[in-house]
Each structure stands twice: as structure tokens, then as C-alpha cells.
């Protein structure tokens, strides 16, 4: 990645530091993405389609807020302030605004939750028109046991922010997997307790292991938070600049993540009108497609933003430019192959990973149907990663909301056009929400180049076209394989199918690899410099 001047005040260590953090960072979120998935594929082993909508759309609404309120904008607002608190005036200080914004946190939750609990009926209304009275009265009431998570994650985000602030990075990033095996252990135990066949009745159970996952998302954090020196006290004194800093800080985020939820909330209302499956097929194809966006997205993000940030302190547009443009076409090299890959190989990865149990292969069919369309957007999703943070460190920050609200009217009109004029069902609604991603980066684009002067585009567009000519020998590969490999996939066995999706991939990855060296794309060299830094070799000065 492109570094910063030496004129920055960065040191050696700081930036060593740097890395190592965002290292363990990448780790800990393919660690929780990979938990995720199996956590998927059990519920989709165990539970038919029926039962799984009606899980899915139950846990929903709390995991709406989550995105909204806890794992982003709290999270955010919280750490930029109680750092600045610590540099300034000490620990003394940041533990007692910790202190106070754990108890405005617990208060306010607590009453999110009753208030959730309270209106549970209502809101299934809202994002569920189309499911029938009893599918709906199942889902209220698991929606009203799940609704306390959003208390317990808020305050692991908070927790969080005081770890990393203290420069603690580990277990902080490791807490999500602790939720989803939390979730996976005691949902599947006290499901099978309350039904061994696994029925409407085990959902409950799910539901309360889906409470003790984040509760042990919470509490592992405990013991680095104690070690850091943070004492609770509860403290209801909210008059205060560092608190009132945050809910400022938070307001423009939670307004921007608002039109994101607004957006799911329409995609599962849609969803409900068109019978029983396509929410849980949603649902299984975009955790697949989180895979690649969690693992390279939020990577490349990670370490751009940083090298961004010290740029725009001291006003180097330079700087910005080049970091932004290197950042992006990186997110390209990374996610264009892994884009057609699951296009064409969507039927046998899913085949693979899910059919068994009571997901048949008319559920891999219909999943690896959302897949393809989702994977339309891959490249997209990953670059605005990259690019949205940015806006944030240039003190632009209301432009990725203005755009985010412009994505809600685009969002229904192509649901309804996709999914009804067209009659593409649950494939249309994988299609709009790729292309409102790519428009959205595409808007995000045009606006960077006029707060910064430029984005290399020129060269952005060579590179394009290079991927585009290395992604030839790839398709050659995924079409002989499809051809070859995959025409019996339904009465393959799952050993043949472990090999001929292993080797189909690796073939496809060679054939790619190989092209773009010979083109000699310069982000090679960054892929093949961090895969040699996890792997603990030295690179060359």
C-alpha cells in the first residue's frame, strides 16, 4: 500500500503496530465469517425452509438495531472520543465518560428492548407482510425472546471500543466468534432438547442460544477490560461534553446506517410475499458472499483508511489521491476473480457446503440462483469500503448519507421491478441490491474525484482491462470444469464433490494468477507481500 510522507508523525513502531493490528483484525473477521457460515449450515441442516423464514425474519429486527446503533455508529463515536479523552486528560477521565456511556447504554437499550418486546407484532407486521397468521405467530414470539440481544451486543461494542482504544485488538476482534459458537452449541443443545426431531418447537431453543451467544460475546471481553484497568461504577451524570461529543458523532452514522436498514427491511418485506424459502435462500447466499467481502473488503478498508486519515491531517490531496486509487484497484485484483468464480461455480460450492440434512438440492439450486446475482455486486461492495471511510477523514461526512438515502427509492423501484414486472422472485431482489451497491460506489466515485482532484481513473481503467483480459482463462477454466466435472452434481458423492470443487478453484485461481503476472498489475506485489507477512516470511526492503 502506498505510505505516507516521512514528514508524517508516524513512527517505526506505530506503523508496525499498525499492521499487526490490521492483521489480526483480517484474521479474526475470516475466523467469525467462516463460524457464521457453519452456523448457517447447521440451521440449514436441521430445519426446513418453513422454519428457518421464520428464524431468520425473527432475528432480524434485533440485528437491524445492531447494525444501526451498536457494531457502527456507537462503536465509532465511542472510540474517536474516549481516544482523544485519554490523550488529552488521562484514564482517570475516559474511564469516567466509560462509565457514563455504559449506563446511558444499558438504560437506553433496556428500554429499546421492552419497547421491542412490547410492539414485536407490530413490527413483524411491518417487515413481514407476507407471512401467514401462523408462520407470523411464531415469529412474534421468537422476535420477543431475541429481543434482548441488542442490549448485550451494544454493550460488547462499547467494550470493544475501550479495548481498542487502549490498544488491545485480539480479543475484541475474536468476540464474534465466541457469539456464533455461543449460538451454534446452546441453540442446537436446547433445540434438540426441546424437540429432538427438530420441529417448530426446537426454534425456541435456537432463539435462547442466540441470547447465550451474545452474552459470551460480552463477557470473554471481561477479563482484557479488566486487565486495562476499567472498573464499572454506574454513573447517570450525562451532562457531560464527552458524552454529549458522542450522540453528535453518532447522529450522522446512525442516519446513514438508517437508509441501509431501510433498505433490508423492504428486501425482507418482499421476500415475505413470495412463500416459503426465499428469505432463508437470501439469507444462505449473501453469508457466501460475505465471505470474499469480509475477508478482502474490510481488509484493504482497514489498511487504507489509516494512511488516509494521516494524509488528510496535514492536507495532502496527493497523498489521499494515490492511497484511495491504489486502495481500490487493490479491492479489484482481489474481488473481480472471487465475483466470477461464485457465478460459475455457485451450484457446486453451495452443493457442498450445505446439501444435507433438510436442504435438498432444490434449496442449492434456489440459493446458488441469489448467489449468482449477489456476486454481481461483490466488486462494488468491497470498493465502497474502501472509498465511503474516506469521506469521514476528509470531514465530508454527510455525503455518504445523502447518497445512502438516495439508495432507498432506487432499492424499491428495482425490487419492484426485478422482482414483480420481471417475475425474477427472490433472484431479483439478489439483482437490485447488487445494483444499488454498484450505483452507490459509482456516485461515492464521482464525488471523491471532485473533493480531491482526481483518482488516477486513467489508471484505474488500464487495470480494468487487464483484470478483464485475465479473467479470460478463468472463465475457460470454470466453463471446462462445469462441463466436465459438474453435469452430474446432484447424484455426485461427497468426496468427488470435495475434489472437484478443491481442484476446479485452484485451477481457476492458477489461470488468473498466471495472466495478471504476466500483465504485470503492480497490486500483485501488495497480495503477494501480505500473504508472505502472514505467513511470517521476511519481504524484501
Not at 168 to 175: I, K, L, S, Y
Not at 219 to 246: K, N, Y
Not at 428 to 439: C, H, K, P, R, Y
Request: aromatic content about 10%; overall charge positive; some cysteine.
Amino acid at each position: 500500500m502506498t505510505q505516507p510522507s516521512d514528514s508524517l508523525p508516524a513512527s517505526k513502531s506505530q506503523n508496525r503496530l499498525s499492521k499487526k493490528a490490521a492483521g489480526v483484525v483480517a484474521l479474526a473477521v475470516a475466523c467469525s465469517r467462516l463460524l457464521g457460515l457453519v452456523r448457517e449450515l447447521v440451521l440449514a441442516a436441521l430445519f426446513g425452509k418453513f422454519a428457518t423464514d421464520i428464524f431468520y425474519m425473527a432475528f432480524r429486527i434485533p440485528n437491524l438495531l445492531r447494525d444501526l446503533f451498536a457494531e457502527g455508529a456507537l462503536s465509532t463515536a465511542f472510540i474517536t472520543t474516549f481516544s482523544k479523552k485519554i490523550a488529552t486528560e488521562g484514564d482517570r477521565p475516559a474511564w469516567a465518560l466509560a462509565n457514563k456511556m455504559a449506563t446511558l447504554t444499558t438504560v437506553f437499550m433496556s428500554v429499546i428492548t421492552l419497547l421491542g418486546v412490547f410492539f414485536s407484532p407490530q413490527l413483524v407486521g411491518l417487515i413481514a407482510p407476507g407471512f401467514a397468521p401462523e408462520k407470523a405467530a411464531l415469529t412474534i414470539q421468537l422476535t420477543q425472546i431475541m429481543f434482548p440481544f441488542i442490549l448485550l451486543v451494544s454493550l460488547a461494542a462499547l467494550v470493544m471500543g475501550m479495548l481498542n482504544a487502549k490498544n488491545v485488538f485480539g480479543m475484541p476482534a475474536m468476540a464474534s466468534s465466541f457469539f456464533n459458537l455461543g449460538s451454534i452449541i446452546a441453540g442446537v443443545a436446547l433445540g434438540g432438547w426441546m424437540d429432538p426431531h427438530f420441529g417448530l418447537r426446537s426454534l425456541i431453543g435456537l432463539s435462547i442460544g442466540t441470547l447465550i451467544g451474545g452474552l459470551m460475546q460480552l463477557m470473554v471481553q471481561f477479563p482484557a477490560l479488566h486487565r486495562v484497568g476499567f472498573r464499572f461504577r454506574p454513573d447517570f451524570a450525562w451532562r457531560d461534553d464527552g458524552v454529549r461529543q458522542i450522540l453528535v458523532l453518532m447522529g450522522p452514522a446512525v442516519i446513514a446506517a438508517s437508509a441501509v436498514q431501510v433498505n433490508v427491511m423492504v428486501n425482507s418485506g418482499f421476500a415475505s410475499t413470495l412463500g416459503d424459502g426465499p428469505v432463508s435462500w437470501l439469507t444462505w447466499a449473501f453469508r457466501l458472499m460475505q465471505l470474499p467481502l469480509g475477508i478482502f473488503g474490510v481488509a484493504v478498508g482497514t489498511v487504507t483508511l489509516p494512511v488516509v486519515s494521516r494524509f488528510a491531517a496535514v492536507q495532502d490531496l496527493a497523498g489521499v489521491r494515490s492511497t484511495l486509487s491504489h486502495g481500490i484497484r487493490l479491492a479489484f485484483l482481489l474481488t473481480i476473480p472471487c465475483a466470477a468464480g461464485l457465478i460459475f461455480f455457485a451450484e457446486p460450492i453451495i452443493s457442498l457446503i450445505f446439501q444435507r440434512g433438510r436442504f435438498n438440492y432444490e434449496a442449492t439450486l434456489q440459493t446458488a440462483a441469489a448467489l449468482k446475482f449477489y456476486a454481481v455486486g461483490l466488486v462494488a461492495y468491497s470498493s465502497i469500503k474502501v472509498i465511503a471511510p474516506a469521506f469521514y477523514a476528509l470531514n465530508r461526512r454527510n455525503l455518504p448519507m445523502m447518497v445512502s438515502f438516495f439508495s432507498i427509492a432506487t432499492n424499491y423501484a428495482l425490487n419492484e421491478f426485478f422482482t414483480f414486472q420481471l417475475g425474477w422472485g427472490h433472484r431479483g431482489l439478489a439483482f437490485s441490491t447488487s445494483l444499488v451497491a454498484i450505483i452507490n460506489f459509482g456516485i461515492l466515485y464521482f464525488m471523491m474525484l471532485r473533493q480531491v482532484g482526481g483518482l488516477e481513473t486513467a489508471l484505474l481503467l488500464r487495470n480494468l482491462g487487464k483484470l478483464g483480459l485475465a479473467c479470460v482463462p478463468l472463465v475457460l477454466v470454470c466453463l471446462a470444469a462445469q462441463h466436465w466435472l459438474f453435469a452430474g452434481l446432484e447424484q455426485m458423492a461427497f468426496g468427488a464433490k470435495i475434489v472437484a470443487v478443491l481442484g476446479s478453484i485452484s485451477a481457476a485461481a492458477l489461470a488468473f494468477g498466471a495472466t495478471v503476472a504476466i500483465l504485470k498489475i503492480e497490486e500483485v506485489e501488495d497480495v503477494i507481500a501480505m500473504v508472505r507477512r502472514k505467513l511470517g516470511l521476511k519481504t524484501a526492503a
